[in-house]
């Protein structure tokens, strides 16, 4: 009995210390037959309890191995707590100038990761950021999910 209580507790220690967000994580999987629409903009809302410490705030994007596009056109907006708007666009590079993936793969599914803030200081309250993809057609095909971590800056 102790040694799988000792074994339980390894692991979950281990999938806990897998995951740097310590303010917010939410990775969003509802995408019906692996297309996000470009009508589909997902929403994360956080707060920030701490306005002495600074943030990380990293975009996360999963997808199919060998994905068919060199980069993606994202679309953020990021509602402070003020009120205040802030809007900004971005391509993600999903593979290299070599066409190496730039996620890290296991099998058929990659996980991205994309800092779009770095070290900021983010005010006390309550924050929105929403992200649209703003690709060329109605849909984005071959995603498994998108996201969003926030987690204070090492």
Known sequence: MNIKTLLLVCVTSLLVSCNKADVFSKLDKDFPHNRW???????????????TKLYDLIFRFSYVFDYQFQSIPLDFTITDPSGNVEKFSLNLQIKDSSGKELGDCIGDLCDLHHTIKEKAKLTKGNYKLTVANSFHGPYLPNVFGVGLDVSTAK
Request: proline content about 0%; cysteine-free; glycine content about 0%.
């Open 37 to 51: 629409e470009q009508t589909d903009a997902k929403t994360y809302e956080f707060t920030i309890s701490d306005d």
